[in-house]
């Protein structure tokens, strides 16, 4: 009977931990419900040139009316996940259907990989001012965490409020609307 050195138990078990450590679980989740979105940085340029054209445009009234699509919101989102060090989402999908922002990606946490689908509900108080509600939250086969939902609803409300939104350009919504891919948005000048 062979007796084996503690150098070999050792490196066999640090073989082993390792091993262990380049395998990643992937816990499943929903699936995406639609045909993935094209996106590209222009894109997301365009989403910003819309809020400058419909202001431009506005018109003796003042009203205002500005258009974003799917591939625009999409590519924005990726556009500013990209800037952080580990982001909450990966390959982001943004869908505009039925009433609802659906967002749907992929998040990894140390070795956990996991589908996520968001639903947000956007909505308008009296003054026009524009909330998203994170209305459903799935992370793999769980509810998402907080951390998520708060980070991914920041980042589409910037979106719709932030440097180049209502917020900055004056705008008061008065309408919104999403269906078939896009969103519409129509106000009147502050």
């Avoid at 073989?15 to 929903?30: F, K, S, W, Y």
């Avoid at 009296?126 to 799935?138: F, H, I, P, R, W």
Wanted: hydrophobic share 40%; net charge negative.
């Amino acid at each position: 009977m062979r007796t084996y050195p503690r150098i070999e138990i050792i490196s066999v078990a640090a073989i082993l931990i390792l091993a262990t450590l380049a395998c990643q679980i992937d816990v499943g989740g929903p699936e995406n419900p639609w045909p993935p979105i094209p996106s590209s940085d222009n894109a997301a340029d365009s989403l910003a040139q819309n809020w400058e054209n419909a202001l431009a445009f506005s018109g003796d009234r003042g009203e205002v009316t500005i258009i974003i699509n799917e591939s625009q919101l999409t590519a924005f989102l990726t556009q500013r996940l990209k800037d952080k060090d580990h982001p909450l989402l990966e390959q982001p999908q943004v869908y505009l259907r039925d009433g609802k922002i659906q967002i749907y990606g992929t998040s990894q946490r140390d070795l956990i990989k996991a589908d996520i689908l968001l639903s947000i509900t956007p909505c308008l108080d009296e003054e026009g001012n524009l909330s998203l509600d994170v209305s459903d939250a799935t992370w793999g086969p769980l509810p998402a965490p907080k951390a998520l939902k708060d980070s991914i609803s920041a980042i589409v409300t910037e979106a719709f409020t932030g440097s180049f939104g209502s917020l900055a350009t004056g705008i008061r919504i008065t309408t919104i609307a999403i269906a078939d891919g896009e969103l519409a948005l129509v106000g009147t000048l502050r």
